[in-house]
């Protein structure tokens, strides 16, 4: 994609062709920006194409098909994605894929943590350099910031035992959370900002692997839950205007404190080492 239109953005979305990721693909279209949306579902990809087509946006429309809960899949992304975009004015991560049952991907590694965090950490370090690049750059993780740090199974990352789907998800959060607080302490001092968002109950779809129960209890909360019209305002909001600190939390348009134990740093650094070292030991030889 070319960068023709000085005052259009680059935006990078994981997760894009479903529920809020999808939305905010569509409307940052409709505002001249150049998208990039990454899923795996490649009908999907072709539907969000064809929408771009019938908003006269084929130019600034791309799409890469990608399992992102595998490590070999996020770094073909990046070097699809640094390939066509050099310089990235926003990162926003969107993708989640819920189990009720443990499983592991094809390279042998729990699903929620190679694909709610795992990937997040390669691709917002991995494109780092050309969100660098821009003059206001900004990455929205869209986890579920502000729970303590008892979430995290600091022993089992991966919960080869006493796995719950739930845990796991909120574990996914929680990790998400760190990685803000370390990305911001990496890279604030270059500009980049960092902001961890948590929409409430939207009405999206049902992405993953659902028992009978957790299935019943998810189709009950988004009966009361927002169209994903409303959960966009923050999101954007955060693209249009960066805050002016590295690193932001807000859970429903209320603002969080980011200085307290739920954000520690040495925990931040701490995960940062432990993941560093686990992808340092999958790296083909």
Known sequence: MSRTDPSAKTVVITGG????GRALAETRLQQGDRIVVVGRDRDKGTAFLSRARELGATDRASFVRADLGLLAENHRVLASVLGTSPVIDALVFCARHYRSDRA???EGIEETFAHFY???HLLGHGLAPALLRAARPVVVNVAGPGAGLDLVNWDDLEFRSGYHGGAALGQGGKL???LGVSSAERYGGEGLRYVLIHPGATRTGLVGQYD???LRHIEELQRDAKPVSEAL???LAALDSPPPRPLSAIVEGRELAVDTSDFDPS?????HDLTERFLAERRPR
């Open 17 to 20: 062709t479903d529920g809020i």
């Open 104 to 106: 592991e991907t094809t």
């Open 118 to 120: 795992l990937s997040r």
């Open 176 to 178: 998400n959370d760190l």
């Open 212 to 214: 009978e129960p957790t």
């Open 233 to 235: 305002g923050p999101i």
């Open 267 to 271: 925990a931040a650094r701490r995960l």
